[in-house]
């Protein structure tokens, strides 16, 4: 009996590592990512009538799983914070990502290309206005141990938001470059 459930167990212990992930962007592996950025803006251009800064603080958090090799779909969350002498302005958006990572077994780094959408929310004085946010990224996660890594990403994307008293929705677009942290799960 001793034996039988001896050769289970190694069984069972040889399968898991038959079918465990060998590498970051291997099926079934995870990518948890976070990037921020602060910018300060001043001058006759930025500067309410009172000589405040504009000042803008934003969050995002990705997690995405390799559904096959190289190929990922996921969650993100963002936060940005805008103020401006004494207003400001908060926004939360929250929505799927799908994308390609490149890279094998032995790399050190892995581009990836990824596109998503999502809602947003945005208060500001007692008002909200909600929308969309449609987004393309390319980037690279740079290896700086097994399962840490740098994230560099740029990024383009379209918005387009209403609110109840607006007769139409207005839209606009951005561009925008990040750095932040991943941990690579595998």
């Given at each position: 009996m001793k034996k039988i459930i001896l050769s289970i167990l190694l069984l069972s212990f040889s399968a898991t590592f038959a079918f465990?992930?060998?590498?970051?962007?291997?099926?079934?592996?995870?990518?948890?990512?976070?990037?921020?950025?602060?910018?300060?803006?001043?001058?006759?251009?930025?500067?309410?009538?009172?000589g405040n800064r504009l000042s803008t603080f934003s969050l995002t958090s990705t997690v995405n799983y390799f559904v096959v090799r190289n190929v990922f779909i996921g969650a993100g969350l963002a936060y940005t914070r805008m103020s401006h002498g004494d207003g400001s302005m908060?926004?939360?958006?929250?929505?799927?990502?799908?994308?390609?990572?490149?890279?094998?077994?032995?790399?050190?780094?892995?581009?990836?290309?990824?596109?998503?959408?999502?809602?947003?929310?945005?208060?500001?004085?007692?008002?909200?206005?909600?929308?969309?946010?449609?987004?393309?990224s390319a980037g690279m996660i740079f290896s700086i141990k097994e399962h840490l890594g740098l994230v560099l990403e740029i990024g383009y994307n379209f918005q387009n938001l209403k609110h109840e008293d607006w007769a139409e929705s207005m839209s606009g677009n951005a561009f925008s470059i990040s750095i932040g942290i991943a941990g690579l799960i595998f």
């Open positions: 465990s992930q060998d590498y970051a962007v291997d099926k079934g592996g995870f990518i948890l990512s976070g990037t921020g950025s602060f910018t300060s803006q001043g001058g006759d251009l930025y500067e309410d009538f009172e908060s926004t939360i958006g929250i929505g799927p990502t799908v994308g390609y990572a490149f890279g094998k077994a032995e790399s050190k780094s892995y581009p990836y290309i990824a596109t998503g959408i999502q809602f947003h929310s945005i208060g500001t004085d007692g008002e909200t206005v909600s929308g969309t946010n449609i987004f393309i």
